[in-house]
């Protein structure tokens, strides 16, 4: 005795016109009665048939896009859930250290957090093709331009210490994501940041940094030849609206630090307004390519949000040695 199935293969969701067929298939006698096919559902129901040796399949409302989706599926879905499966490890990955990265972290602490991420990354040059966000900033804190970095690393080393008992993360990934979370922490833009640097086991080579008594023609020519355009150098100059620079709240990362410059307040007389900000700092007021990034960004806190997400995120990548590819 044999089994007979009758099949009903019910409408899917292909927006096409239905057809209505009936052909003969033959499978084992094993067939599973109910297969599923994501969201659809193939029904079967079986009867017994005292001669018939084949299995009949009485296809209804089946569109001819939604056979070719039944047919390819098996195909396409293993591709979608390996992509899906790296990208959830990444994240789950980056919220890891961002957990770990949160508990040692205040806002008085983030604009030193945030001056390690530019003293590391900040050595890159094109041409050279050195420096960059690699972790050398562990050897190179004797350096004048480092003084006071090293609190900023020793309070980092305790997130990095919990890190690594579960998976080795390098020195250039938690900079680069503690100055993400610092920005963050202080009311500015949320920053993405991919994982996978490696750190240099070397210092980088001296005399690379900005100076901060550089005029703005000097910074331009500085920041060019690290990769980076006008606009640019004055949206990460905006990171000095955090720390005891004098541009508003030393712990809210907000548009202030461009409104100040504006106002020139280290012209007026006395006080500690002539206190305000970095030689760098005022010199770019004093330069009108400069002065039209500094007005837009004065007036509109969101761009000046975009603008300084996407700069930010060049700076920690440029330059960076990766574990793979991009």
Known sequence: MSSTIAVDCWRLSSGVSSFASTSKLYFPANF???????????????????????VIYKALSCGRRALLSMITLPLVMPCERINSSVG??????????????????????????????FHDAGTFEIDEKTGGMNGSIVYEFDRPENKGLKKS?????KAKSQIDLVQSVSWADIIALAGAEAVSLCGGPSIPIQLGRIDSMVPDPEGKLPEESLDATSLKQCFERKGFSTQELVALSGAHTLGSKGFGNPTVFD???????????????????SMVGLPSDRALVEDDECVGWISKYAEDQSLFFDDFKNAYTKLVDTGATWKKAL
């Open 32 to 54: 599973s009665p109910t297969a599923h096919f994501g969201s659809n559902t193939i029904r079967a129901s079986a009867t017994t048939n005292g001669s018939s040796e084949g």
């Open 88 to 117: 959830a490890i990444a994240a789950d990955e980056s919220f890891r250290l961002r957990e770990e990265i949160r508990k040692v972290l205040s806002k008085g602490k983030a604009a030193g957090v945030l001056r390690l991420v």
């Open 153 to 157: 690393l020793k309070i980092l080393d």
């Open 255 to 273: 548009n202030e630090y461009f409104k100040i410059l504006m106002e020139k307040p280290w012209l007026s007389s006395g006080g500690m307004t």
